[in-house]
């Protein structure tokens, strides 16, 4: 009965430990690029584009990244959020090219202004921003970081 005490404080204090000790656990996953950004479809309510981000992840374990929302931002016009519904999987000690799905509502770029939209097609580029927070996981703990990114990106359509 002692031995089970002693060792069960033991436990106990080892979890204490990790818990304490899990916000140093794991570095931030970052967005070291956006790549590009392909229009998919285009039709009088909205635009479907597929945005393309380098992700690193700078731990030795996998990371898992499990919910996010985005700003995304063309010109300086806010164009919608990109909800991350899939559960994306990042090896350790990694640099991959992960492609999101963004819907986007033609109102908010009509807001912004119909030059703001027509240069953009015309220039087939723009200055994409993202913002927001991603919620990472490794090992049971979970973690929310910051993204803003900025980048001038080619449009292919």
Avoid at 22 to 28: A, E, M, R, T, V
Avoid at 90 to 98: C, G
Avoid at 123 to 152: C, M, W, Y
Wanted: glycine letters at 6%; charged letters at 15%; a positive charge.
């Amino acid at each position: 009965m002692v031995n089970f005490s002693r060792y069960s404080r033991l436990y106990f204090g080892l979890l204490i430990l990790i818990c304490f000790s899990s916000c140093n656990l794991f570095k931030p996953v970052q967005v070291k690029k956006i790549e590009a950004v392909r229009v998919i479809k285009n039709s009088g309510k909205g635009m479907e584009l597929e945005v393309s981000l380098i992700l690193q992840n700078p731990n030795f374990m996998n990371i898992s990244i499990t919910q996010g929302e985005l700003a995304l931002w063309l010109n300086k016009v806010d164009m919608g959020a990109i909800q991350l519904n899939d559960k994306v999987i990042l090896p350790a000690n990694s640099e991959i090219q992960q492609k999101f799905t963004v819907q986007l509502d033609l109102s908010n770029a009509l807001l912004g202004g119909i030059s703001t939209l027509m240069s953009v097609l015309k220039n087939n580029s723009a200055t994409l921003h993202i913002k927001g927070n991603v919620k990472a996981k490794a090992l049971f703990i979970s973690r929310e970081f910051p993204v803003d990114e900025s980048a001038q990106i080619p449009l292919t359509f």
